[in-house]
């Protein structure tokens, strides 16, 4: 497995900017409370980010039906991880779940960006010269 470490470096240092400049925004117009609920999506995000990143880095190289069971079933765990996570956040550290909600949203359209450019460029490496 050879993993792309520019790219995830720069992954990291974007979220990285934009969590701050999102938490400065919000820190200017709403309470503490709701920032916090923010930066909790965004670092949930983030691990979301993180495991389909390495998912998909694994899998590559390995055969089409490995690749989509390792990807898909992936998702199916990311997803159901995230749940578990904003349950969680929600009932037992009382985090605002509309701040928390609308943080995840703007985070996975993002990630979807990510994801989308992350798989063009690992094809287009893969084709044949």
Request: no cysteine; hydrophobic share 55%; proline share 2%.
């Amino acid at each position: 497995m050879k993993t792309d470490w520019k790219f995830l470096r720069n992954v990291i240092l974007v979220y990285l900017g934009v969590t701050v400049a999102t938490i400065a925004v919000l820190a200017k117009v709403l309470a503490p409370e709701d920032v916090e609920s923010a930066g909790a999506g965004a670092a949930v995000s983030l691990v979301n980010f993180l495991l389909g990143f390495f998912a998909i880095e694994y899998s590559y190289e390995r055969s089409h039906t490995t690749f989509l069971k390792i990807v898909l079933g992936g998702m199916l765990f990311r997803l159901t991880a995230m749940t578990a996570a904003v349950v969680v956040l929600i009932k037992a550290f009382e985090y605002d779940a509309l701040t928390l909600m609308l943080t995840l949203l703007g985070y996975y359209a993002m990630n979807l960006a990510f994801e989308v450019v992350f798989l063009q460029k690992k094809v287009t490496l893969k084709k044949p010269a």
